[in-house]
Nanobody, 123 residues
Framework: QVQLVESGGGLVQAGGSLRLSCAASGRTFSSYTMAWFRQVPGKEREFVAGINWSGGVTVYADSVKGRFTISRDNAKNTVYLQMNSLKPEDTAVYYC????????????????WGQGTQVTVSS
């Protein structure tokens, strides 16, 4: 069982930066592939970035490639999402997710989810 708690969301102007954190409970954090998804009202939850258990493999959605960086610290049971050059279209609730599978861009493959953290980018 893994419990995930996101933090770091907030209001930022376009062009600014935020760093999201996701703290995980449990001693098996390093066994899990981790990912960030985001969702806006009325739309499906979409994949943002994923990272494998060691941090050696990362995958990004085209919409954030070059602006966002996912990383993890297995000693701290935490995964991060550094978001730079933020745009108004990045406004969403951001969710952290965990899976024992490989990195997948589909929500159904993820077993555990956090409660989400709101990111709002003003123009």
């Amino acid at each position: 069982q893994v419990q995930l708690v996101e933090s770091g969301g907030g209001l930022v102007q376009a062009g600014g930066s935020l760093r999201l954190s996701c703290a995980a409970s449990g001693r098996t954090f390093s066994s899990y592939t981790m990912a960030w998804f985001r969702q806006v009202p009325g739309k499906e939850r979409e994949f943002v970035a994923g990272i494998n258990w060691s941090g050696g493999v990362t995958v990004y959605a085209d919409s954030v490639k070059g602006r966002f960086t996912i990383s993890r610290d297995n000693a701290k049971n935490t995964v991060y999402l550094q978001m730079n050059s933020l745009k108004p279209e990045d406004t969403a609730v951001y969710y952290c997710a965990a899976t024992i599978n490989t990195i997948m861009a589909v929500t159904t493959f993820y077993n555990y989810w956090g409660q989400g953290t709101q990111v709002t980018v003003s123009s």
